[in-house]
Nanobody, 118 residues
Framework: QVQLVESGGGLVQAGDSLRLSCAVF????????MNWYRQTPGKEREFVAA???????????NYADSVKGRFTISRDNAKNTVYLRMTSLKQEDTAIYYC????????WGQGTQVTVSS
């Protein structure tokens, strides 16, 4: 059974930093492209960041324009965990953050709430 468990969210002030974690069970993280998305009430889930699998020679990362330069996605293969380091947080980053395995609609975590106050 595949399970993704996010953690690390919380209430912070604008300009602060947070690191989200996504622990994966039942699949080897290094074999899959991994993604972070976020969602706010009344809006569709939006892409935040992605990291490619290690099956290729080079690992690539990709970011939404709104977070480029502030967020960093990474992976710890030994811990089978993906991270999202968020810096210079803004109020508009407030959302529930979800990790996703392999771009599949079947594999989502339960989400972790990030709230950024002014």
């Amino acid at each position: 059974q595949v399970q993704l468990v996010e953690s690390g969210g919380g209430l912070v002030q604008a300009g602060d930093s947070l690191r989200l974690s996504c622990a994966v069970f039942g699949r080897t993280v290094s074999n899959y492209d991994m993604n972070w998305y976020r969602q706010t009430p009344g809006k569709e889930r939006e892409f935040v960041a992605a990291i490619t699998s290690t099956r290729g020679r080079i690992t690539y990362t990709n970011y939404a324009d709104s977070v480029k330069g502030r967020f960093t996605i990474s992976r710890d293969n030994a811990k089978n965990t993906v991270y999202l380091r968020m810096t210079s947080l803004k109020q508009e980053d407030t959302a529930i953050y979800y990790c996703n395995l392999g771009g599949s609609d079947d594999y989502w975590g339960q989400g972790t709430q990030v709230t950024v106050s002014s």
